[in-house]
């Protein structure tokens, strides 16, 4: 069974640098697929942030794009999302979760990222 | 980006009734198009990709369909567990982009 679970700091300071963990269990990475990260601020809707192939290559939501960097530890079995200078609108639940070419079929359960001083 | 207008934004139903979801691409996307089911507190959970295939494990109630811009999800008879909030997904383009979201409550 594929399970993925986040993990990082749930509160980020305004223009530092949010940083989160997915952490793959049942399935290498190395094995394929495309693996995302997605958030929905309270009460809102869903963005797609990016996703990062297992070989490293990566796309970005141009919305995010300058802010953001998604890697890969292959070694670990896990991927990491970094977005820099957040502000309040970045406060989220974000997910992370295995992207097949027709959609994402594994989720992790989220973590509530709240920026705030 | 391929913006996805989903209509209604919610819909109040009954047990038994017949609900029907559209969701409309600014421009064509094939069948690249996914389905979620999100209840509150929980992760999105993948119903239907490329417009018309049932996940493994979804109920076969559940269908989609479409081409091109216009799709539908229907859920043929709602079950109290299907209350919900359901989201569409285009996979054609990056960025990949969401609907607004249809929430689905008991009347």
């Known amino acids: 069974q594929v399970q993925l679970q986040e993990s990082g700091p749930g509160l980020v300071k305004p223009s530092e640098t949010l940083s989160l963990t997915c952490t793959v269990s049942g399935y290498s990475i190395r094995s394929g697929y495309y693996w995302g990260w997605i958030r929905q601020p309270p009460g809102k809707g869903l963005e797609w942030i990016g996703s990062?192939?297992?070989?490293?290559?990566?796309y970005y939501n141009p919305s995010l794009k300058s802010r953001v960097t998604i890697s890969v530890d292959r070694s670990k079995n896990q991927f990491s999302l970094k977005l820099s200078s957040v502000t309040a609108a970045d406060t989220a639940v974000y997910y992370c979760?295995?992207?097949?070419?027709?959609?994402?079929?594994?989720w992790g359960q989220g973590t509530l990222v709240t920026v705030s001083s | 980006d391929i913006q996805l207008t989903q209509s209604p934004s919610f819909l109040s139903a009954s047990v038994g009734d017949r609900v029907t979801i559209t969701c409309r691409a600014s421009q064509g996307i094939s069948s690249y198009l996914a389905w979620y089911q999100q209840k509150p507190g929980k992760a999105p959970e993948l119903l239907i990709y490329a417009a018309s295939t049932l996940q493994s494990g979804v109920p076969s109630r559940f269908s989609g369909s479409g081409s091109g811009t216009e799709f539908t999800l229907t859920v043929s008879s709602l079950q109290p567990e299907d209350f919900a909030t359901y989201y569409c997904q285009q996979l054609n383009t990056y960025p990949l982009t969401f609907g607004g979201g249809t929430k689905v409550e008991i009347k």
């Open positions: 990062i192939y297992h070989s490293g290559s990566t």
């Open positions: 979760a295995r992207d097949v070419s027709s959609g994402s079929d594994y």
